[in-house]
């Protein structure tokens, strides 16, 4: 019944950061889909000591090439066929960083590319545009050794900046005690300010939108969430109030670096002596430029480095375009789907829509969602028939929809959930949505559910229906293919009709 996609070819991406070494293997067949299939992390400190001699401390040396020979490694065991290194401010930035590099290549085969600060900027920027489909606005990367701050117009990657910013180096310079002093966090703040006003193009209008990106920035978010309560385990695609962000930046410095784990709930260790100056940092930026929020990236570096190989567009070589239409397709190929079935559930849907736009006064957005739940509904189906729907509306809600934000992904996935049958409790997510989305998802999840079971049989036997409304009752006639018979059809549609009337508020008769 189903069947997975195909992924022609496996990528690896070595991140070697200043604070953090990633690796990432990806599997994709281009230009179609794709899916990250692992990710490991180390963290080497490579940055540690730099401002002070300009040189790589051995120390630091000893565990980057560790950490190094151990991805390669697990690239050969795994049969990854193609490995992209990069290095990024810590090499960039120490006297000795090229001959490191030299013994890298010598001891484990892999020939580092070194990233200017731009092309630092340009590549979390394409991680973030194809992620998060920002259209307008700045890109902030906050790394060990630097912070990126990348500029998007209309879509598009326009011109970066590299400043010295960094959690490792920035810590190290401000804030290097256990405790910080008012005196300490006021330097920092003036020089932050100070490094940004050299940045002619960051004073951009406040209502843009400002994607953070880097260990610090979800570390942040995982903070915030967890104070909230948000309903949602997803950090890509989480608001981050500058308010918030400048209460949390006070909680964090009243804080001595050995008791911040245990009395800041979701830091983690390996961030706790860092994390202050990333708060800082995102704090300046979005002071500086007036934004009141920032949007966390899951994806940035070497997401925009997998971008570049994966898909490669000769007109834009900074995205993969028609982001939330990839995906909806991205997602049901690989979970595997019966194309026909779900294009024709969606095909009836969205038929529906359209001919009850008067009734509903909906746009372009609801049709959208309708479209993609139409789509991804059956995908749960690949864990198991029974509750399918239920496990459908899991994989959207935990594997998240790039492109959407999270109140869109909550109402995809309980338009999923509502496709069979009754009304599914989803009141822990209400807190995601708008008063008036309730009303909105019933109304859609009607006419998903009439269109699943006007294709019970999986075999489009219903051509199409046509829709007649008066002031008390819809009259719906069902228009078979071929004169084939469609009695299951209309049985089983009949039987699915409550919904429908309880949010149009009027009576359906369907008919052949």
Known sequence: MYSFAP???????????????????????????????????????????????NKLRSGARTRALEAVRMFKSFCDAQGV????????????????GPRFLEEIGRVTGLQFRLLSGEEEAFYSTVGVINSLGVFNGLILDIGGGSAEIGLIRDGAFTKGASTPFGTVRTTEAYLPDSEVTAGQMKRLDADIDQVLDGIGWIKTRGAETIAGVGGVVRALARIDR???????????????????????LERIAATPVSERVRRIPGLQSEREDIILAGAMIVAGVMRKTGARRLIVSGQGLREGLFFEEAFKPASRPDSIGQLRRFTILNLVRLYGYEGPHTAHVAHLALSMFDQLEEAHGYGALEREYLWAAAMLHDIGTVIDYYDHHKHSAYVILNAGLPGFDHREIVIIAWLCLNHRRGKPDFSRYHAVLKKEDLAMVYRLSSLLRLSEYLDRSRAQIVADVRLETGDKKVRMKVLARDD????????????RVQLFEEYFGKRLEIEA
């Open 484 to 495: 084939r018979d469609i009695t299951v059809e209309l049985s089983e549609a009949r039987n």
């Open 7 to 53: 992924l022609e070819h496996r990528v690896a991406v070595i991140d070697l950061g200043s604070n953090t070494a990633r690796l990432m293997i990806a599997q994709y067949t281009r230009d179609r889909v794709f899916k990250v299939t692992d990710e490991v992390s180390r963290r080497v400190r490579l940055g540690e000591g730099i401002a002070r001699g």
């Open 81 to 96: 066929e193609r490995i992209l290194p990069v290095a990024t401010a810590a090499v960039r930035d120490a006297a000795d």
């Open 226 to 248: 967890m104070d909230r309560k948000y309903p949602l385990g997803l950090v890509h695609g989480y608001e981050l109030k500058r308010r918030r962000l400048e209460k949390l």
